[in-house]
């Protein structure tokens, strides 16, 4: 029989967070009580009024395809949010519902990327970027974000590796894994970059929501000198505590997002209509919810942080955005890889390897803090005494 699979299909990774999803699952069939720190998703529920609106729209019929692009009053809200958050005025035809922010950078990348590109991502960072890029026979050109610089993609780091090939820039920020933010001369020197090289910006905002001590949230999607090359990418799963849902959106000039909706009629012809129209109550209800949720995972990066820091041979900067602490692990003298198992091991306590973000993870350990604070201060315990017994071992 002939080689059934196409090469490129195998060039895609998947996240390594469902592999020690998996392992931890394992050991709680086995009756363990294993803390969760891996999963990058909010423990808290979908708002009332956003389950009701779903809940009434099926009653109410909207069980049927839709427009591939999205209902016409979802489009319209979402240029309303991106005028609110972001102060840029796109109109409802530059806007396409998407059924996830992972699947927007999917389109996005397949939408703009020639094999052979280049595309500039940071390291460490979301795993999709290097994945789809690869997939497209692309080449990912890293930056590596570096703990001194507060995890930014500072442009000066850009510069230099920028050629001919060059196609695009991944901006991502609140920033998975490192919790880092961008600051205004970070995007604006990024959208200068842009415009002095022809390049794109894909701008990956997802938690733009979740930004603490009372910084803004600056992104180029505000910058209207680069508003025709740049795509935001964004999604209800973060904001909205709606990650099961899986709707998002992408925001690109007319042309572009034309192309796209011809993608999306191809693959899920639309989003499921009455999650576009919960969506639309999501964006035009009350809001209060965020502020609480976001107030929330700062109470608990302030304890999951301070925690960190009390183990010895951990060390961990305080992220401002996100719900993600990223904790250096240098100093324990283990592969990341090989804590990442050991704690799951002694201590059930579930991590994410820095190194799943790319090579420059190395040495570090992402705690999601999207989870109680009761399991906080369990989980912190439980790691600290696993990792005194690690250190005793090797006295
Ligand atoms: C940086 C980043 N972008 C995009 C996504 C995708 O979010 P979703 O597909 O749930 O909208 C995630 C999810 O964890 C993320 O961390």
Redesign the pocket.
Known sequence: MKNITAERILRLKAESAFFVLQKAKTLEKQGFNVIHFEI??PDLDTPEHIKEAAVKALKEGYTHYTPSPGIPELREAIADNIREEFGVDYTPEEVMVTP??????FYALVSIVEEGDEVIVSTPS?P?YESVVRFLNAKPVFIELKEEEDFRLKPENVESKITSKTKAIVI?SP??PCGSILTKNDVEGLADLALKHDLMLIT?D??HKLIYDGFKHESVASIPDVKDRTIL?N????TYAM?GW???YIAANKELINHMVVLQNNVVSCIPSFIQKASITALKGPQDFIKRMAEEYKRRRDAIVDGLNKIEGFSCRKPLG?FYAFVNVKRIGLEDTELVEYLLKEAKVATLHGSAFGYGGEGYLRFSYATSMEKIKEGLERIKEAVEKLTERDA
């Open positions: 990058g998703e996830s922010g992972k699947t927007a950078i979301f999709a991502n920033h998975n990956d997802v938690y990418i999604s209800l799963s973060k990650t899986r709707v998002g996100a």
